[in-house]
């Protein structure tokens, strides 16, 4: 970006980028432009301690202290949230025949344009992140970053004694493809327990488990990275990321 940019919602001066005031609500999720500009009439838009009634103003949202009818507005250009998915929901932003996840959150956070972070089947269950942070989360899914999904699973049929070794070497899938070394640690009565996969191939695990004659009955993904599914997160419940997750999510994609 120029050092000085004009652009019509967001400039940047000497670095610093500034936008528009109902840019910077509705970037908040507080209201679209035109109801921000129906409260900004009604004198609800506050900068710096003065009301002001032209949201076509430029601020710094770094620095500029902005209240929103009468609450301070907290900006964040980007957030972070870390959802408990439950089962029947899909992994989209908006679905006209199923439930999908985006609607577990408020309706201030879809307005951010919040996606998840990958995808789980409709039938997966367990962590799932979803951010408006569209360069990094392509990073996080960028199969050249390794990020680790880790997955505990329940199956059909109790896996053969060298079931570790062959996804450790990596297991061909029905069409041929090749999938990276997958650590597998069995349960004590393999009928289940936990792999981590650093790649994200549509149903891949259920097909991994095909490959070897079986069935995946459960399927839940317990880690994203180095961000545990928190045990006090219920299912359907959602909570943001902290700074510091955030942070190791990209100190070597986690
Ligand atoms: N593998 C699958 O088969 N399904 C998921 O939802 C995630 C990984």
């Known amino acids: 970006m120029p050092r000085n940019f004009q652009g019509t919602n967001e400039r940047f001066l000497e670095g610093r980028r500034t936008l528009r005031i109902d840019k910077f609500l509705s970037e908040c999720g507080l209201a679209s432009r035109k ?3 129906k409260a900004a009439k009604c004198g609800g838009v506050t900068v710096n301690g003065e009301t002001v009634k032209d949201l076509s103003r430029h601020i710094d949202p770094e620095s500029a202290r902005v209240t929103f009818l009468g609450r301070e507005v907290n900006y964040r250009k980007f957030v972070y949230i870390l959802l408990n998915k439950p089962e029947g929901y899909v992994s989209a ?10 609607e577990l959150l408020p309706e201030e956070y879809r307005r951010m344009g919040l996606f998840p972070v990958g995808r789980l089947d409709k039938d997966t269950v367990g962590l799932m992140l979803l951010t408006n942070d569209g360069q990094n989360a392509h990073r996080l899914l960028s199969p050249k970053h390794h990020v680790e999904k880790e997955y505990r699973f329940t199956c059909k049929v109790p896996l053969a004694p060298n079931t ?6 990596g297991i061909t899938l029905s069409d041929g493809y090749e999938c990276k070394s997958a650590a597998l640690i069995s349960d004590e009565d393999r009928l289940g327990g936990r792999i981590t996969l ?3 191939k549509y149903h891949q695990i259920k097909r991994m488990l095909a490959a070897i ?3 995946i009955l459960t399927l839940e993904r317990i880690r994203f990275a180095s961000i545990p599914l928190p045990d006090t997160l219920a299912r359907g419940e959602w909570r943001h990321l902290s700074r510091d997750e955030i942070d190791s999510l990209f100190s070597k994609e986690g």
Do not use: C, S, Y
């Not at 932003?93 to 985006?102: A, G, L, Q």
């Not at 570790?164 to 070497?169: L, R, S, Y």
């Open 35 to 37: 109801e921000a500009a």
């Open 164 to 169: 570790e070794e062959i996804f450790k070497n």
């Open 93 to 102: 932003t908006e679905d006209k025949e199923h439930p999908f996840v985006t």
């Open 213 to 215: 004659d079986n069935r």
């Open 198 to 200: 650093t790649e994200g």
